[in-house]
């Protein structure tokens, strides 16, 4: 499906720049979702004069082969490129949210509990349900929701593409320089 | 330090890695169970989320193929020739490294650590009589504790704290009587009673008597034993304390606290005194009832019908128990009274007239046994008249969310006794009049102090007898057992409190 289109998160817009359109139609996959996704991860090249979006299909030595969101294949030759950003995620929205309160309530629990049960102890119990629950609730919902957002260098470009073992040449042929 | 590392670590672990793998028996090995993409030479890719190496040469799992331009897909069983696979990718989305609901574990592990400390040491678990507790701002807060002294029926006195800072609300006061230990507390009365301030403290004496007091002052010199940066904790009525450590050769070593006032000479004066015992007198009890053993019960009546051993108990329990009061005059030091022990829960302040100084000077001395007490405040005051408390006695008690007729009636009654049980809750209501009045509470009754099982093991009727009869040597041999739980002693003890499930 070349056609794909992306949507971009609102994180995005402030990482890059708010000149990016924003597809409204297919996502990109959760984390969750990531390990069986058969496309490529997401760029916002910056080049002279505008933005380039759309899914990365490869790179070939100076070369990134990218499908835009308008169903082109490009190669962007690297000395065009100002800058880009990758994305090969949307985040689950509130996810790990509702265990991370849970785990907060616990702690608390514990917490408010360790006063009539432990006596001047729950200075330390005390505090300890409260460190371990703010440790935790944090650990799950940074779990829940992993970086998105790569910084990845020219040559590490190609593990976030569609066709990391090298673009198809019935693929390459089709593309159009920029 | 083990938390900032292993918080640092949920951080910057939480990047999703991409990994690639060359098509081969040996690497596919490692990515056992987990879902991979295979890149075809041709473009194409598989998506398998199950899948074995059957031979060298074929990859067979279930899955998801897609055309080199992904527009066609199909999903089934695929048997795929290891050579014509390019390359394999598998995508790793962060997990925590441990469950973070299970690192819950560790306060919890913390908590049970404690309650064990406190079941393989019961003589530093809580107990000693009825608490009492009043409204202070949002919480309920100890400000007595009833009868210590009253370990048995014979034993059974009347007990009298102030209950300092308290205020009726509309007219009425509201004291909590709680069992927070493994003991039957047998309650024969609990009275308020209140004494018009007039502008003035009142406070409870050790001849029995109430007084209004002016002017605290406070002393010039402290001088403390131990602790001695910790001295100044005693000028402050704020329940902080100071307090020494039990000498680690003989429990029944004495200490010494010396103060200097200056006074307006000619004038009566006497001392007040905060203080709680330490848990030293508590661990002594504790351990009597252990070298009892299961003749606790014998032993109890005998000491019950015995004046004598009554007497030498009570001798005991006021030597590491009481404080000594001396004053400089013109021949040294002169003894002029004794502050009896309280117990260890509730600090409380107590009057000690000393009579008129004609001097503009005065120096104090307290004598106790060492690490026995814990002061919280001392200053002279100017002693002013004898007053007489008005007695109130309780017109409602709520017990389990209602009023108890019943319980009411057992603590109007002279003769009969409420008897409350580990856990057990009364909320006990008095009615005062409009004023400004220092409240006291004033109780009545004896308990049983619970065997534990533990305790039984340790019977050993030799020492007890030396307990009783040669005190000072029982106390010599038990220093070094007092000393091992000291440390902890006071943080176990106020934990292991019994409150009903």
Known sequence: MLSRKFVFLNLFLLLSCASVSIPESEKLPTPTELPGYPY??????????????????????????????DDKILSIPKDKVRYYNVIECRHEGYKGTAQAIVMLGLSVLGAVSSIPLNGLLALISGSLWLFTGTIGGLSIVLSSNPDCYPEVEWDKLIRYSRYPQGIPQEIKEKAVNY | MRWVFLTVLIISCANIQRRFYKPSKPELEILNKTTIKVHMKSGEVYVLKSWNVSDNKTLEGYGKFYSVDRKNS?????SIPIDSIAIIEANFVPSPSINPLSMLLIPLAVEIAIGTYCLSNPKACFGSCPTFYVQDGDSMKLKAEGFSSSIAPALEADDIDALVGLKSMNGEIEIEMRNEAWET????????????????????????????????????RVECPQEKDKCDLILNMDGKEWFSLADDKDLGSREEIELEFDIEGGKNYALVVGRRQTLLPTFLFYQTLAYMGDNVGELISKLGRSEE??????????????????????????????????????IDYTLLPIGEIKENNLRVKLVMTK???????????????????????????IYQGKESDSALSLLLSENDYLVTLPGDVYKIKYRVPEGDYEFFLKARGYYLEWMRKEWMKEKNMAMFWEIILRPEIALRKLAPVYKRMEGQMEDLFWRSKYAKP
């Open chain 2, 309 to 346: 051993a009554q007497s030498k108990l009570k001798n005991l329990v006021d030597k590491i128990t009481s404080i000594e009061i001396f004053v400089r005059d013109g021949k040294g030091w002169k003894r002029v009274g004794v502050i009896h022990g309280e117990g260890p829960l509730a």
């Open chain 1, 40 to 69: 490529g991860a997401f760029i916002a090249v910056r080049v002279k004069d505008r933005f380039i979006n759309g899914e990365i299909l490869g790179v070939e030595g100076n070369t990134l082969y990218v499908l835009t969101t």
């Open chain 2, 185 to 220: 507390h047998v309650v024969r009365y609990v009275d308020l009673l209140i004494v018009p301030r007039n502008g003035k403290s009142v406070f409870f004496s050790e001849d029995g008597k109430f007084y209004r007091v002016n002017n605290h002052i406070l002393p010039k």
């Open chain 2, 371 to 397: 690490g026995a007490v814990r002061i919280d405040y001392i200053s002279l005051v100017e002693l002013g008249e004898e007053v007489e408390p008005i007695r109130i006695k309780p017109y409602a008690v």
């Open chain 2, 74 to 78: 199909s999903e089934g069983n695929f």
